[in-house]
């Protein structure tokens, strides 16, 4: 089955500093990858949608500067995460979607940032 | 209101009895539906998808959408503690790009 691939699983840095979240399909081509923040024992909210190539998708309230996406490639997507504060930190999931499958939708393990 | 109401749980039940796991929506746009299973700290996995209205089987698993009463439901047989987990449901637009969760259920399955 398709293998969604993000690392690191868990990052610590300090306030003020960057990180960066890498979400890789493995094993099939994402035309669509999605990236999502889930808060503790709450649903996974949608941050933003990327296909490769060109610029994300924001959702409303997200900021476009704080949260900088690429999608260099058809198998890669990367979060950044810039000047991090401490209300930053929370589970921040990746997912992929090769072709236009309404269900083919394959997640990663989640990033759990922690911001000090 | 929100697009998908889902009950948050927990659910508590004891090991071999039925789970019974249900999402209200409201937009009558939504055409497949999905049940995603995550364990603590992890991405979810897709167990179950279903197109417009009907039931879906798949070993313990049983979904079922009703478009006319705007509700669909997971049933899990033979519940077992590897079950215990949160389960989200997920609804797409024929034409859509992004799946709309609902908030997720948690579920202990208790030895």
């Known amino acids: 089955g398709a293998v969604v691939s993000q690392h690191p699983s868990r990052v610590i840095c300090k306030s003020g500093t960057s990180v960066k979240i890498e979400c890789r399909s493995l094993d099939f081509q994402a035309t669509t990858m999605f990236w999502y923040r889930q808060f503790p024992k709450k649903s996974l909210m949608l941050m933003a949608t990327?296909?490769?190539?060109?610029?994300?998708?924001?959702e409303q309230g997200v900021e476009k500067d704080k949260f900088l996406i690429n999608h260099a490639s058809l198998t890669l997507s990367t979060l950044t995460v810039t000047s991090a504060h401490p209300e930053d930190s929370s589970f921040y999931i990746c997912s992929a979607r090769e072709g236009q499958s309404p269900y083919g939708y394959t997640f990663g393990s989640g990033t759990r940032l922690t911001v000090v | 209101q929100k697009e998908v109401e889902q009950d948050p749980g927990p659910l508590s039940v004891p090991e071999g009895a039925i789970v019974s796991l249900n999402c209200t929506y409201s937009n009558s746009a939504f055409q497949y539906f999905m049940w995603y299973r995550q364990y603590s700290r992890k991405g979810p996995e897709l167990l179950m998808y279903?197109?417009?209205?009907g039931n879906k089987e798949d070993g313990r698993f049983t979904a079922q959408v009703d478009k006319s009463s705007k509700y669909i439901s997971l049933f899990i047989r033979d519940s077992q503690p590897s079950d215990s987990a949160t389960y989200l449901c997920a609804m797409n637009k024929a034409a859509g790009n992004k799946l709309t969760f609902g908030g997720g259920t948690r579920v202990l399955v208790k030895p």
């Open positions: 990327s296909n490769e190539g060109s610029k994300a998708t924001y």
């Open positions: 279903t197109y417009s209205s």
